[in-house]
């Protein structure tokens, strides 16, 4: 019988940890499984387990070379000089044992959402696992090593045929998926992420639009530092709406990063639990009108490992499965088992206070710009018919 | 840098007796705005661009006659006193040459042939890259007293961390004189740690704050 949505996990993605004190904690996936558990909301049957992407997979993407520095640099043979070339023993990506096994275990874990949802095993199919959007074909970048959104997006369109639109609300650009596909009219891009102005990576304009016969597929809406959810959503809604109704795709991948919330260390949006609890809503409707329900969601970002990851990402499988409970108080069961490791206090509710930070001084400003932004992104398929191709 | 690393060297040219038709097909096709004109001997005689065929053409609007005027040479509206580049000029030198000279293009000649040409969209994009903004990269804004030793202050603070600097932008701080600002792009996702050592070491840094200010 055909699921609603199945849920790719095992123990072995926690293994893509760079050391103890780096940011990117794998902890956080355990955190929100735990979750749905403890609220009975994730059952056995829903997981199923992710396969290792082949070195023939990643090459659909990554360069040969670059594989075997990554493999090298896992059993610590890769010398210093050749490691930075690659971005490999940085601060950022730095070696660690067993490196690309763990890698390919995400790409595979994306690849393994793909094939149920092709296959129509599921409609949809979450890995949070994945969304390593900044990984490029040559070089490992912000916390990213291979790049499982891009891989997986080329066997969609290699095994399937499909036509895959990406939508990444992560907080920081989708560099690596928008170069990736930046000359393909078959894959349309969609990153709404703070600006770059401070922020990494620094790109995601408006004005990158794509190349060749690429152009005009990649959408970009960089939103101002201090972006509250009214705005954020507003944009994310009817961009998101707009460009699948013009560019009509078979399948949709959202790359669900969740460090716009503004207790992120990383970022400097000021999102709350609500951003999260809509992004996914959204997703799903859009998926549902033009794709037949064809939905792939990832991961991503996501540094309040504690207060914020778990909750964003348990609604993006409790709005998959249609889980029609109220949501109103953590389990207690969760909260008693994890709070003792937490160094802060965890939320009780879902949902946060009203007064969770001050009022942002130019809220009206920033709303606006947001708006003006997001308008001039999707100008060229606004235009109306008589109206003049350019401008002279 | 040197103009000979960033100048086009296939340049499209034409001859002094292509007509002006000839000459905005070319443009459309190859979406330029320039067209240098040489002899046979690749010598550069003149310059046409599309203000040139602007103005030369008929409106639009006319349908008449129009066909008349396109069939003329473009020795008949090219421009001849032009101001050229050499390869080996400096990029920053050539980029006040456009400044001063409201220019659109600099043909660059060597050997008293054509063999390159610059617009101002290669100086812009050149000026683009040397900002670093083409490699993934965080953005750190410092304010520094516009004394010696401060740059490489806050350099060696930076090296502390292992991360790499992609860009230094260095420019005088317009509201105070007696400053600078240094625009750094440091190849990290996670330059928190960078910030608050700078912040320790008595450094201004710019970074968003929900003052209201976000100059």
């Known amino acids: 019988m055909k699921k609603e949505a199945i849920f790719v996990f095992s123990e072995n993605q926690l293994k893509y940890k760079f050391h103890e004190e780096h940011p990117f904690n794998p902890l956080r996936l355990r955190l929100t499984v735990d979750l749905l558990k403890e609220m009975n909301a994730l059952q056995p049957e829903d997981i199923v387990e992710p396969r290792m992407a082949s070195d023939e997979e990643l090459k659909l993407v990554h360069l040969p070379e670059y594989i075997d520095a990554v493999k090298k640099a896992g059993r610590g043979e890769l010398r210093q000089e050749l490691a930075e070339h690659y971005g490999l023993g940085t601060e950022d990506t730095p070696a660690f044992p067993g490196m690309h096994e763990a890698a390919a275990l995400l790409v595979g874990g994306t690849l393994t959402a793909a094939?149920?949802?092709?296959?129509?095993?599921?409609?949809?199919?979450?890995?949070?696992?994945?969304?390593?959007?900044?990984?490029?074909?040559?070089?490992?970048?912000?916390?990213?090593?291979?790049?499982?959104?891009?891989?997986?997006?080329?066997?969609?369109?290699?095994?399937?045929?499909?036509?895959?639109?990406?939508?990444?609300?992560?907080?920081?650009?989708?560099?690596?998926?928008?170069?990736?596909?930046?000359?393909?009219?078959?894959?349309?891009?969609?990153?709404?992420?703070?600006?770059?102005?401070?922020?990494?990576?620094?790109?995601?304009?408006?004005?990158?639009?794509?190349?060749?016969k690429g152009y005009g597929y990649s959408f970009n809406v960089p939103v101002d530092a201090f972006t509250e959810d009214e705005s954020f959503l507003e944009v994310y809604k009817t961009a998101f709406e707009e460009i699948a109704a013009w560019f009509k795709p078979d399948v949709i991948l959202t790359q669900n990063g969740a460090d716009a919330h503004y207790y992120d260390p990383l970022t400097h949006l000021s999102g709350t639990i609500k951003l999260y609890r809509e992004i996914p809503k959204i997703a799903h409707q859009i998926a549902h009108q033009y794709c037949g329900g064809r939905w792939i969601a990832v991961g991503g970002g996501g540094y309040d490992i504690w207060r914020v990851v778990p909750r964003a990402w348990a609604l993006v499988w409790l709005e998959m499965t249609e889980y029609s409970n109220h949501l109103e108080h953590l389990p207690l069961s969760w909260l008693e088992k994890w709070q003792k490791e937490a160094e802060v206090s965890l939320p009780f509710q879902w949902d946060d206070p009203e007064n969770l930070y001050p009022p942002v001084p130019r809220k009206k400003e920033i709303t606006e710009k947001n708006k003006k932004t997001m308008e001039k992104a999707l100008h060229p398929i606004r235009k109306t018919a008589g109206e003049k191709t350019r401008q002279t | 840098m040197i103009v000979e690393e960033i100048m086009k060297r296939d340049v499209i040219s034409l001859s002094k007796d292509h007509s002006l038709r000839d000459a905005i097909r070319v443009m459309n096709e190859n979406n330029i705005r320039h067209i240098p004109i040489t002899d046979e001997k690749r010598r550069l005689i003149g310059l046409v661009t599309d203000r040139d065929l602007k103005e030369a053409g008929p409106s639009s609007l006319l349908h008449d006659e129009k066909d008349n005027i396109l069939d003329k040479p473009l020795s008949s509206i090219m421009k001849t006193d032009l101001i050229t580049g050499h390869p080996l000029d400096f990029v920053e030198e050539v980029a006040a040459i456009f400044y001063e000279k409201k220019i659109g293009c600099l043909p660059i000649v060597s050997g008293e042939k054509l063999v390159g040409i610059i617009t101002e969209t290669d100086i812009f994009h050149t000026l683009v890259q040397l900002t670093g903004v083409h490699w993934p990269s965080s953005r750190i804004e410092i304010k520094v007293p516009n004394v010696q030793g401060k740059i490489s202050e806050v350099v060696s603070c930076i090296e502390k961390h292992h991360v790499n600097i992609l860009s230094i932008l260095v420019h005088p701080d317009k509201k105070d004189e007696n400053y600078k600002i240094m625009v750094i792009r440091v190849q990290t996702i996670n330059p928190g740690k960078i910030i608050a050592d700078l912040k320790k070491n008595g450094h201004e840094v710019q970074w968003p704050h929900f003052s209201g200010s976000l100059s």
């Open chain 1, 115 to 212: 094939d149920c949802v092709m296959t129509g095993k599921a409609d949809h199919a979450l890995h949070l696992g994945g969304g390593l959007h900044h990984g490029f074909k040559g070089k490992a970048s912000g916390f990213c090593i291979y790049n499982d959104c891009s891989v997986a997006i080329k066997y969609l369109q290699e095994k399937y045929g499909a036509r895959v639109m990406y939508v990444d609300t992560d907080a920081h650009h989708g560099d690596g998926v928008q170069w990736a596909f930046y000359d393909d009219p078959d894959v349309c891009t969609l990153s709404i992420h703070e600006t770059g102005r401070y922020l990494f990576p620094g790109t995601g304009n408006i004005n990158e639009r794509g190349f060749g």
